[in-house]
Nanobody, 120 residues
Framework: QVQLVESGGGLVQAGGSLRLSCAASGLTFSTYAMGWFRQAPGKERELVAA????????YDADSVKGRFTVSRDNAKNTVYLEMNNLKPEDTAVYYC?????????????WGQGTQVTVSS
């Protein structure tokens, strides 16, 4: 049974930083590209960042480019999202998911997400 468990969210002031983690189990982690998504109240879920199976290729949405960095540790079955210079508009629940790199289609179920709240 595949499980994705996100952690690291919290309340932070604008300009602050957070590091999210997504621990995966029940799968061969290194065979999947991974994506970070977020969903703000009243808005659709959107892709924030993605990373290929090896970690050699990454994608950042324009809204987070230069501020967020996605990385992974295949030995630890974990993908990370380093978030710097956070803005109030980054407030959302953040999720990780398996994806098809390039099409950004998701595979399988989602984790429970982790709440990120940025105060102005």
């Amino acid at each position: 049974q595949v499980q994705l468990v996100e952690s690291g969210g919290g309340l932070v002031q604008a300009g602050g930083s957070l590091r999210l983690s997504c621990a995966a189990s029940g799968l061969t982690f290194s065979t999947y590209a991974m994506g970070w998504f977020r969903q703000a109240p009243g808005k659709e879920r959107e892709l924030v960042a993605a990373i290929s199976r090896s970690g050699g290729d990454t994608y950042d949405a324009d809204s987070v480019k230069g501020r967020f960095t996605v990385s992974r540790d295949n030995a630890k079955n974990t993908v990370y999202l380093e978030m710097n210079n956070l803005k109030p508009e980054d407030t959302a629940v953040y999720y990780c998911a398996r994806i098809i790199y390039g099409s950004w289609a998701t595979i399988g179920s989602w984790g429970q997400g982790t709440q990120v709240t940025v105060s102005s």
